[in-house]
């Protein structure tokens, strides 16, 4: 593990494309993780997002990616950036410098998928007053400069906020990622055991993949 360096960003805020600039240039690793698949990958070039098919992941996985598409776009709109735009700063110096790439993320479908299976109805009237809570009042229960990465503590109360009022969403929004991107990590660490990698992921998960990398040994 000591050659694993893992850092937690902000998709829509200019500190995290610096901080990746940094990582790579001081890091200089052999690998780049990715907090991103297959399916997401070209909408991350594109001036619109990958678009998903309600037929195969559900109504409510579908509603949920567009309001999460719209919302994260919205954000990105006030500080002046493009959502994801780390991941693809790391793309272009990985391909530049030549470094391989790989996506550890769990597939988009899968995960809306299970998210249209699990979201309670309790939950998705929350989150619809929740929308219409933030619309109207503007103002945010935790407030936080949207152009840098949050501070830890403001991290694990957001996390704590999601977990309490959408058990599920947490859980597969973040818990079962966690779980799969954390294998992904130690297939690769055991495929490249004395090579330096760059795991880059939101920062919500970097608490969660670090503890579950934590006891991890190469047999």
Same mark, same amino acid.
């Given at each position: 593990m000591k050659h694993v360096v893992l850092i937690g960003t902000s998709h829509i805020a200019k500190q995290s494309i610096q901080e990746v600039t940094q990582a790579i240039e001081i890091h200089n690793p052999r690998m780049i993780c990715l907090e991103i698949d297959a399916k *997401?990958?070209? +909408? $991350?070039?594109?001036? +619109?997002?990958?678009?998903q098919s309600w037929r195969r992941i559900g109504t409510k996985g579908y509603i949920f990616a567009l309001i999460a598409s719209w919302a994260e776009?919205? $954000? +990105? !709109?006030?500080?002046g950036t493009s959502p994801g735009e780390e991941m693809k700063t790391a793309i272009t110096i990985a391909k530049e410098k030549s470094i391989p790439?790989?996506?550890i993320d769990q597939d988009i479908e899968i995960t809306l998928k299970r998210l249209s299976k699990t979201?309670?109805?309790k939950e998705k009237g929350r989150f619809i007053w929740d929308i219409l809570k933030a619309v109207t009042t503007r103002k945010? !229960?935790?407030?936080? !400069? $949207?152009?840098?990465v949050p501070e830890k503590r403001i991290i694990q109360v957001l996390i704590s906020k999601v977990r309490? *009022?959408?058990p599920n969403v947490f859980r597969v929004l973040i818990e079962e990622r966690n779980? #799969?991107?954390a294998a992904r990590i130690k297939e690769i660490i055991s495929q490249h055991p004395n090579e330096k990698i760059l795991v880059i992921v939101g920062a919500g998960h970097e608490e969660g993949i670090t503890?579950?990398?934590? !006891? #991890?040994v190469i047999q």
């Amino acid at each position: 593990m000591k050659h694993v360096v893992l850092i937690g960003t902000s998709h829509i805020a200019k500190q995290s494309i610096q901080e990746v600039t940094q990582a790579i240039e001081i890091h200089n690793p052999r690998m780049i993780c990715l907090e991103i698949d297959a399916k *997401r990958l070209p +909408g $991350l070039f594109s001036k +619109g997002n990958a678009k998903q098919s309600w037929r195969r992941i559900g109504t409510k996985g579908y509603i949920f990616a567009l309001i999460a598409s719209w919302a994260e776009k919205k $954000l +990105g !709109d006030m500080v002046g950036t493009s959502p994801g735009e780390e991941m693809k700063t790391a793309i272009t110096i990985a391909k530049e410098k030549s470094i391989p790439i790989a996506l550890i993320d769990q597939d988009i479908e899968i995960t809306l998928k299970r998210l249209s299976k699990t979201l309670s109805w309790k939950e998705k009237g929350r989150f619809i007053w929740d929308i219409l809570k933030a619309v109207t009042t503007r103002k945010p !229960d935790i407030e936080f !400069d $949207l152009r840098t990465v949050p501070e830890k503590r403001i991290i694990q109360v957001l996390i704590s906020k999601v977990r309490e *009022r959408y058990p599920n969403v947490f859980r597969v929004l973040i818990e079962e990622r966690n779980i #799969y991107m954390a294998a992904r990590i130690k297939e690769i660490i055991s495929q490249h055991p004395n090579e330096k990698i760059l795991v880059i992921v939101g920062a919500g998960h970097e608490e969660g993949i670090t503890k579950l990398l934590s !006891d #991890y040994v190469i047999q």
